[in-house]
């Protein structure tokens, strides 16, 4: 049976180059890389090159590097770190209700500690309106975090007008560029932003290893103390195969992002045009800003979950987008939050393309796609229309 | 912060400023922790030249007794400190080309 790799922004395979970058730093060069004898200076020499190589991908200065675990780690080291930093200046954060939930619950955690934090809401497509951004703006407003790029929807925010709203106040900006790095071109000078969090592992690199860009000059309450790695600002030893490699995928993005950018888009497109032709099924996200491997959907009166075991056990692994939905069995905040009806929400498909997608992939998706929702709607209890049903919701709404 | 607690430190060394100096060069190391500071001053006072001054911001209060402490032992002259609102400025003079 064919097996189609659907699901690109949930993880991507490591790029051969990448793994061959990595396994001198598994076995050869393991030292320490504070210690001062040899293996020690090549496993620090090694970081030193990937910081560079991996601010290069986002016009960054290497020393506005800080590398870290997890796009998780970087986004709660952004909200809280900026918080703690700036808490004499004001206790206003602004957020989107859009966010991923590390920046969310890093949210709601900072609520708890005394900040107030006001969520924005979001347009039908899942975009922030940068003068909604204007109106919440107080004199305590110390940071705003807007996401670049939806995961779940694929929408593209417009971070460089919101910042330069931001920056006409003085207040920090921070975006969540881990679905966006590596599959548009992000620049960090081009986007005005103080601090950005991207990921390794959505551009061909390895889990484990992400960062967080911190503009020059902008202070930040470290999450972890200990040594002196990362400046200080991020003890722990170095993941050094990780970070090699997340500096060797930066690279390799650098150099192939158009050709990675031009091999999907026309792919996307033909599973939106293909599944659209099926009724009652909703495109979620900006149908033009949206990230170019992106297609989700929301299909009526079948569940997301049901859709996905049964693309999978065509071969086609893909995701319902949130784990919201997936794991709880709850409404996407994000879907909610563009104006989808809780009922309709649980029907959320996400499929996300990548540079070893085919379009021989994509012509075996189109044709067992539809099928498989006629399928399921055939079972469905809802076939006929919608009965009076309420499923609970995320909490995520203020 | 407490600067009360710089004044009660038995360190005839330290040196308070009722003002802040010019600098020449400025670091700005606040949040950082020890050796932060030390390691810091290492490197920006090798960017700087002999007879320039390099000042340092921290909030760090280990500071105190490692900066001037420092400077003795490089053959730097320690100028002093300034308790700015929520944290120090210390300034420090190169005197040798070589380091």
């Not at chain 1, 330069?164 to 081009?190: F, Q």
């Not at chain 1, 499929?351 to 379009?359: D, I």
């Not at chain 1, 189109?366 to 919608?386: C, D, H, M, V």
């Not at chain 2, 700087?48 to 390099?54: R, S, T, Y």
Request: include cysteine; hydrophobic fraction near 40%.
């Amino acid at each position: 049976m064919k097996k189609i790799y659907l699901d690109h922004v949930a993880t991507n395979p490591l790029h051969p180059e990448v793994l061959d970058a990595m396994m001198p730093y598994f076995k050869e060069h393991y030292g320490n890389p504070l210690s001062l004898y040899e293996p020690g200076m090549k496993a620090r020499e090694a970081i030193e090159n990937a910081r560079v190589s991996t601010a290069e991908l986002i016009n960054a200065k290497a020393r506005e590097i800080i590398f870290t675990a997890s796009g998780a780690e970087s986004n709660n080291f952004a909200l809280k770190g900026i918080a703690y930093a700036f808490q004499n200046k004001g206790k206003h954060i602004i957020v989107s209700k859009v966010e991923h939930h590390s920046v969310l619950n890093s949210a709601r955690f900072l609520e708890k500690q005394g900040f107030a934090v006001t969520y924005l809401p979001v347009d039908n497509y899942g975009l922030v309106n940068p003068s909604d951004v204007e109106k919440a703006i107080t004199d305590e407003t110390i940071l705003i975090s807007i996401i670049h790029a939806s995961p779940e929807i694929g929408t593209i925010q417009p971070i460089a007008e919101i910042s330069r709203i931001a920056k006409e106040k003085g207040i920090i900006v921070h975006t969540d560029s881990v679905a966006s790095a590596g599959n548009i071109p992000v620049d960090v000078l081009e986007l005005n932003v103080d601090l950005m969090t991207f990921a390794a592992h959505q551009f061909y690199g390895p889990k484990g290893a992400a960062a967080l860009y911190v503009r020059e000059g902008t202070r930040i309450v470290p999450l972890i103390y200990g040594g002196i790695q990362e400046g200080g600002r991020r003890a722990g030893t170095e993941n050094v195969p990780a970070i090699v490699g997340m500096g060797k995928a930066a690279e390799i993005t650098k150099r192939d992002l158009q050709k990675r950018i031009d091999h999907v888009t026309p792919l996307r497109d033909s599973i939106i045009g293909n599944t659209l032709k099926t009724d009652k099924v909703i495109l979620t996200g900006h149908p033009e800003k949206r990230l170019p491997g992106h297609a989700s959907f929301v299909v009526e009166y079948i569940e997301g979950e049901a859709m996905l075991l049964m693309l999978a056990a065509k071969g086609i692994y893909s995701a319902s987008g949130s784990a919201c939905s997936s794991k709880a069995l709850k409404s996407s905040p994000v879907l909610i939050s563009i104006g989808i009806p809780v009922h309709l929400a649980q029907g959320s498909v996400v499929f996300t393309l990548g540079e070893g997608t085919t379009g021989e992939d994509i012509n075996y998706f189109n044709e067992t796609f539809p099928q498989i929702i006629s399928r399921l709607r055939e079972i469905s209890p809802y076939a006929k229309g919608w009965e009076e049903t309420e499923a609970p919701a995320c909490t995520a709404k203020k | 912060m407490a600067f009360a607690k710089a004044r009660q430190l038995n360190n005839n060394r330290l040196k308070f400023l009722n003002e802040p100096m010019e600098a020449d060069a400025e670091t700005d190391i606040i949040y950082m922790m020890c050796p932060m500071h030390l390691l810091t001053i290492e490197d920006k006072v090798k960017e700087i030249k002999a007879g320039q001054i390099l000042s340092i911001l921290t909030d760090y209060d280990g500071a105190l007794e490692d900066i001037p402490e420092w400077c003795a032992k490089t053959g730097n002259e320690f100028l002093g400190i300034y308790e700015d609102a929520d944290h120090y400025k210390f300034y420090i003079k190169k005197i040798k080309e070589s380091q």
